[in-house]
Structure formats: structure tokens, C-alpha cells
Antibody, heavy 118, light 107 residues
């Protein structure tokens, strides 16, 4: 089955760090650009970050630039999001997503909840 | 950043109604506009890509139109399973952005 499975979410104190993982199965991620999208409780979707298929190009939303780092290990068929200096405003469900051939998300993970609170 | 503004933020409609949701970009984005449907507790689902192309497996009652700055998503005859929140999303530049969402509720 073609799917993305996120892990690594949880409760973390403000200023802390967390690393999210996104494991792909049923396809090889080396052929795809990949993204992270988040959704705060009861709020809308917010694009977070993007990485090229070979990892050479990355982009970030202004709200996370300098604090979050996206990476990938194509050999492990897995993408990551390292989140540092976390704030309460980073509390959200984080979705990993696959970019289709015409610049849209054609496959989403089920999401992992990150809660930043003391 | 390119801002995406959807209207309305919510609407109430009945089964069988024709529903139209609009999305406006803060600058021209050509046809780099996608629409997603999200149900509570679930990941979003792609409906329309490149402004007007129907994703495989999506019912034909969904359609999209527009280019430049103004776009619409139309549901020709609302079905019970269509009650959800809909988001537009631009992929014109490297920094993608979503609209704030339109919640479609049962009247």
C-alpha cells in the first residue's frame, strides 16, 4: 500500500526540540519533492517546508525559518523535520506530504501531534 | 508571500444545492491553484489541481475554474459526503500558501 507514516510527535516544553519522521512505503521517495504542512487545533492548513528529491534544495515558511530543518534519507525512504526552539504557536498536527507532478500534494500522511507547553 | 483569501469562510447548504467557493490570490498565480477537501480528524484530500483538472477518482460534480488571481470551486449537486472544509492552495512560487478554508455545513 502506498502510504506515508509520521512519527515523533509529543509534548515538549517551550524552547525544546523534537524530530519528526515520515516513513514512506509502497513507493520510493527519491522520485519526489516532499513537504511538511501543519494544522493548529481548530485552525487551517499552513505550509511549513519543502525539500527537493535529492535534498539539495529546501524552503521554509517565515514562521519556522532558522528554527526548523527539513532533511531526507532516500536510502531509508524517510523524511525528517528537526524542530528547535519550539514555541506554543508551533502546537499543531504535522502532516508529511508528497508533491505530485503538477505542484500539488497527491499523498498525505495521517499526521502527528506536536504540543508545546510547560 | 502570496496571500490566498477564500470566501465565504463558512456556508450552510442543503443536499442537492449548487455550491460555489471562491479563492483570490494577492498576485497573479497563473493556474497554479489546487483545491483540497478535509473532513474532521482526517488528512486533506486533493480534489482539483492546476485550477481545473479533476484528480483521478474525484466525482465529476466537483469542478474548478479561474486563472490569474480569481478562482472558483463548484460542487454542482451537494451530496451528504461533501460536508467538509475546503482549502485552496497556490504553488506558483517556492513558498506555498493555503487559503483559510471554507466550511460547508448542513442547512
Amino acid at each position: 500500500e502506498v502510504q506515508l507514516v509520521e512519527s515523533g510527535g509529543g509534548l515538549v516544553q517551550p524552547g525544546g526540540s523534537l524530530r519528526l519522521s515520515c516513513a514512506a512505503s509502497g513507493f520510493t521517495i527519491r522520485s519526489y519533492w516532499m513537504h511538511w504542512v501543519r494544522q493548529a487545533p481548530g485552525k487551517g492548513l499552513v505550509w511549513v517546508s519543502r525539500i527537493s528529491n535529492d535534498g539539495s534544495s529546501t524552503s521554509y515558511a517565515d514562521s519556522v525559518k532558522g528554527r526548523f530543518t527539513i532533511s531526507r534519507d532516500n536510502a531509508k525512504n524517510t523524511m525528517y523535520l528537526q524542530m528547535n526552539r519550539l514555541r506554543a504557536g508551533d502546537t499543531a498536527v504535522y502532516y508529511c506530504a508528497r508533491e505530485g507532478s503538477d505542484w500539488y500534494v497527491d499523498l498525505w500522511g495521517q499526521g502527528t501531534l506536536v504540543t508545546v507547553s510547560s | 508571500d502570496i496571500q490566498m483569501t477564500q470566501s465565504p469562510s463558512s456556508l450552510s447548504a442543503s443536499v442537492g444545492d449548487r455550491v460555489t467557493i471562491t479563492c483570490r490570490a494577492s498576485q497573479s498565480i497563473s493556474n497554479y491553484l489546487n483545491w483540497y477537501q478535509q473532513k474532521p480528524g482526517k488528512a486533506p484530500k486533493l480534489l482539483i489541481y492546476a485550477a481545473s483538472s479533476l484528480q483521478s477518482g474525484v466525482p465529476s460534480r466537483f469542478s474548478g475554474s479561474g486563472s490569474g488571481t480569481d478562482f472558483t470551486l463548484t460542487i454542482s449537486s451537494l451530496q451528504p459526503e461533501d460536508f467538509a472544509t475546503y482549502y485552496c492552495q497556490q504553488s506558483y512560487n517556492t513558498l506555498w500558501t493555503f487559503g483559510q478554508g471554507t466550511k460547508v455545513e448542513i442547512k
